[in-house]
């Protein structure tokens, strides 16, 4: 079936660093979604892309749809102790369902203060 | 906006009984809701997606029988764990999306544990 791969499975920052990781796929998406999942807790929607090219910011956040369709990054700028989480990125392809998207395995990210 | 809620956060039953586990979204209409089972450093594997007054479909690999879905209003559904084992353990997650914009909006989750 689909599958998404992330882009470092983990890392490990100093605090106020910039932060960057991507995602890809076999195939064309229409659209990629970003979410953050802190322990114990649910995701958040972070970013949502439609178009590719697309470039959106959300405050330190800026994700980017790939031209190809078949990537996406999400960059952190001057990292902060609560960014610490999950980052799983969600893509929506032209086959499946309007409401279903697929997840990524995830990029665990921990900041050093 | 864009609030789903889960009940109970937590819960712990005996192997062989049942737990029902709710989902509401607060501020929008849910015209579908999901549900997603994790286990610990691991993704979020879809079990079913369910719209409001219709049968859930379940992914493939799921008991229908067991992981009972009812979606009966738009802002509420339940997933029963029917006959639970200790391998039903995990952490359920819904989703919803709807009247806001269409993207999937989390609830906080809910973690079950058999004994």
């Known amino acids: 079936g689909q599958q998404l791969n992330q882009s470092p499975q983990s890392m490990f920052i100093q605090e106020g660093e910039d932060v960057s990781m991507n995602c890809t796929s076999s195939?064309?998406?229409?659209?990629w979604l970003w979410y953050k999942q802190d322990p114990g807790e649910g995701p958040v929607l972070l970013i949502a892309l439609y178009k590719a090219g697309e470039l959106t910011s959300n405050g330190r956040l800026t994700a980017q749809f790939g031209i190809t369709r078949k990537d996406s990054f999400l960059n952190i700028s001057a990292s902060i102790p609560s960014d610490v989480g999950i980052y799983f990125c969600?893509?929506?392809?032209?086959?499946?369902?309007?409401?279903?998207?697929?997840f990524g395995p995830g990029t665990s990210l921990s900041v050093i203060p | 906006g864009a609030v789903v809620s889960q009940h109970p956060s937590w819960v712990i039953c005996k192997s062989g009984t049942s737990v029902k586990i709710e989902c509401r979204s607060l501020d929008f209409q849910a015209t579908t809701m999901f549900w997603y089972r994790q286990f610990p450093k691991q993704s979020l594997m879809l079990m079913a997606t369910s719209n409001e007054g219709s049968k859930a479909t379940y992914e493939q690999g799921v008991e229908k029988d067991k992981f009972l879905i009812n979606h009966a209003s738009l802002t509420l559904s339940t997933l029963t764990v029917t006959s639970a084992h200790p391998e039903d353990s995990s952490f359920y997650i819904c989703?919803?999306?709807?009247?806001?914009?269409?993207?999937?909006?989390f609830g906080p989750g809910t973690r079950l544990t058999v004994t």
């Open positions: 969600a893509g929506r392809d032209m086959k499946t369902s309007y409401d279903k998207v697929i």
């Open positions: 195939s064309i998406f229409n659209t």
């Open positions: 989703s919803a999306s709807g009247t806001k914009d269409y993207e999937q909006y």
